[in-house]
């Protein structure tokens, strides 16, 4: 058995440290260069044009309705049936909507949401950004004086920054109407019943906690699909490498920024 050598598995820490380091300044700076030209792009005579971010909204939102109904029905039904089950063992049964209303509009709804795009827009962002650059397409942009970032980023960012938000509150809609459903046939109440226990224990900040975590999930999404693709080496191998990347980078971003986003906004 080979033994390790420390001095080369320090080079390899070292070597994957410095191009984490890269890959985050990379993504910061696409970052910023989107918002500045999505701001005063107008005023450049270069604005972004409403055609292609509306594009990218039908693709990234109305195209994702039908499976984020069908995850969304499945969590919420999922949320009662465990919740009646767990807390029938205190008698407790009948406050199972403050659980199921706070978890799906707090946590599930933007978290399914934005797992759901990072799998299906995110790789797709990535792949084509990649398979542009293998046939150096971007730089063809560059060459005829249009700023690849305008032209391939801030579109999607604006359609993610708008659509994910507006998802997620499908996604509650829906959510909440599954569980609704459940905890009105089990335990023998009415739509309307739930409807007003559901109105009056969730409040505004509820709402807008899940929205606001929707929002930078979307721009999560975005910038990590972006920056995979850009980084694509290799042919078509290289582009199905990176777009599984983009993915698993994505969910990881997400689940991380969801867990700090939480602990900061609840202390």
Do not use: C
């Amino acid at each position: 058995m080979p033994t390790p050598n420390p001095s080369a598995l320090l080079e390899r820490l070292g070597r994957a440290a410095a191009r984490g380091l890269s890959e985050f300044g990379f993504a910061a700076t696409l970052l910023g260069q989107s918002l500045y030209w999505l701001v005063l792009g107008h005023w450049r005579r270069q604005p972004v044009r409403a055609a292609s971010v509306a594009a990218q909204a039908m693709d990234i939102g109305i195209a994702a309705l039908p499976i984020i109904t069908v995850l969304s029905t499945t969590i919420g039904l999922m949320l009662a049936i465990q919740g009646i089950y767990t807390l029938k063992t205190f008698g407790a049964e009948s406050r199972v909507t403050l659980g199921v209303a706070l978890s799906v509009v707090r946590e599930f709804a933007p978290l399914i949401t934005g797992i759901l795009v990072a799998g299906r827009s995110g790789s797709a962002l990535a792949a084509r950004l990649g398979t542009m650059r293998i046939n150096q397409e971007i730089d063809s942009l560059t060459v005829m004086g249009i700023n690849p970032v305008r032209f391939l980023v801030a579109p999607p960012l604006a359609a993610m920054m708008v659509l994910m938000p507006l998802l997620t509150l499908w996604a509650d809609l829906v959510g909440l109407f599954a569980a609704g459903l459940y905890i009105s046939i089990e335990l023998q109440g009415t739509m309307a019943g739930y409807a007003d226990e559901v109105l009056s224990l969730l409040k505004l900040n509820d709402l807008l906690h899940g929205l606001a975590k929707s929002a930078i999930f979307g721009v999560l999404v975005t910038i990590v699909g972006v920056v995979n693709g850009a980084s694509v080496s290799g042919g078509a191998e290289g582009v199905g490498r990176m777009t599984t990347r983009s993915v698993v980078h994505a969910i990881s971003a997400i689940v991380i920024t969801d867990m700090i986003f939480v602990f900061l906004v609840t202390r």
